[in-house]
Structures are given as structure tokens and as C-alpha cells.
């Protein structure tokens, strides 16, 4: 199985079709694609707990990757195989971010994190088993440059599921022709609804492979696991988020799988789990407070063996 492998010296500020493409590739061949991500940025608060002293870009993107006949309407299938760790990860608390901020103070809070065979040394009596994951994964925006801190975008972004994990798929709507895929912010372990705002980061590598679903209309992102259908859910306040990620997942049930509506309901009521995503929201930030995000991603569950 050949494979292409993308630098993390390739990452970008943001999605972006107007950037030149680093690889273009045919979908639906199961060629491999390895995304190196960067977590520059995180040693380079470790060293000087100083915002001002940055230099290496916040949450980069590795790409975009052009995928040959992808267009408008299209649904980008990423299936994930393998994420590859390296042996460090962060811990940071960042002013302003995150549900702990009062808690933690106006400080700036960073541990490295050692990863080795046994796992995710979180403390020195707290070691727990790897559970690596992307957290920001998108197409590009019809216009403009999507944010891949946050907002969260229908067409993906700064996410944050732990259900974007190897052996998922992600399926992503295309806006514009060739999709322009960009993934970044690998986590080797990141509890659900990501409460420091940057859990446990991680440089890393994602290894994909891509492919084309025709006619598959979705207004956000949706997941497939070993078991599971996952929807998102984007809107403003969070209760809109909640609404439109269980209407995705009725519409799924009997739009898709020709259930009878009656039974979409029944069943969604039995056993269609929801819970927060991650805390990027599905607006832009006030630009003075750039770190607080509006409304919230959330999560609606379907096990597929109800199908």
C-alpha cells in the first residue's frame, strides 16, 4: 500500500481553497495519506509561559489535499487507519480557555506529558493507556478561511471528538471543487467534552485514506465508529446544537434507511445518546475574548445495531 506522507512543516493557519494544494490525490484507491501534525506551539509555552513570546502557529492544519472530482454536494468519506504518537504530550491551561479557567487562574499552566509503551504518564502516579484521536479535521469553506481554533464549521474543523479515532470514518461536506482537506491537533488522550479546552496534545501522525460519497446531502459532519453512527450538532445557543443533531440522526433513520418516523422516534427515545462535543461552538468569538466560544459542538449516537 503506497503512502504519502505530509510534513507538519506543510501546516496552515486555517482551510483555505485558496492555497495551493501540497498533495493531489484519485479517491477511492485506498491509498494511504500520513498528516504530521505540531505541537510547537505547546513546547514553546512550556519554555517561556509568555503568549507574547510565540512564535510557532496555534493549532495548524497539515495540507490541504486535493481530491480529484470532489465538488459541491459531495460528502468527503476520510476513513482513519492509525495515528502514530510521539513520546511527549502536553498539558497547558491557557487564560480565558477552557471550563476550568476561573480555577486555574489568569496564569499560564503547562506539564510535559511523557507517552511511552505503558501510556500517558498524566502524573506521576497516573498513567493512563493511549487513545489518540484528531481533533481538528475539515474541507475548505465555500469563501473565506475556516478558523481552526473555532468556530466549529459545517465542514468540520476544530471538532474535537474523541470518535475521530482509527478504525471511524469522517465524512465532511464539500464545498468547493476538490475539497481541500487539512487535518491537525492530534490528542493522545482527550476526555469527552475536552474541559482544559487542549486536553492532552500531541505531535503526531494521521494516517487516512479518502473517498467520494455522491448525493449525500449533510449540513454537518457525521462519524462512523466500529458501532456506532455519530452526528454533530452546530447552532447557537447550545439547545439549537442538540435539535439539529437529533434531527440529523431522525433524518438518517428515515430518510436514508426508510424507517417509518414513528419508529425513528421510538427508537431515538430508547437508545440515541447525546453529549457535549467539544467546546469550540459554531460562531466566531467576540474578537476581544478569542478564545470564548459561542454555543457548543454536541454529539447524537445511533448504535448501528438497531439498523
Known sequence: MSEHFLANTLGQPGFDATL???????????????????????????DHHDMAKLTAQINPVTGPVYVEGAMPGDVLAVTIHEIRLTDVGWSVSLPGAGALQNVMGDGIFTRRVPIDAEGVHVTGRHVFDAKPMIGCIGTAPAAGVGST?????????????????????????????????????????????????????????????VDIVRGLALRAPRVETEDEWVFVGLGDPVQESIQRGYEDAFSFL?????????????????????RLGGPTGSLDPDPLHPLTPAGSVTVHRIPKSVL
Open 20 to 46: 495551493e494544494p501540497v498533495l493531489r490525490i484519485q479517491p477511492g484507491t485506498g491509498e494511504h495519506i500520513a498528516f504530521e501534525t505540531s505541537d510547537a506551539v505547546y513546547a514553546e509555552l512550556h
Open 254 to 274: 428515515v430518510d436514508q434507511n426508510g424507517w417509518e418516523k414513528g419508529d425513528a422516534f421510538a427508537v431515538l427515545s430508547a437508545v440515541g445518546h447525546s
Open 149 to 209: 481554533i473555532m468556530p466549529s464549521y459545517p465542514t468540520g474543523g476544530n471538532m474535537d471528538l474523541t470518535e475521530c479515532r482509527p478504525g471511524s470514518t469522517v465524512y465532511l461536506p464539500v464545498m468547493v471543487p476538490g475539497a481541500y482537506l487539512s487535518i491537525g491537533d492530534i490528542h493522545a488522550i482527550m476526555a469527552e467534552g475536552e474541559s482544559s479546552f487542549v486536553a492532552i496534545e500531541a505531535q503526531g501522525t494521521a494516517v487516512v485514506s
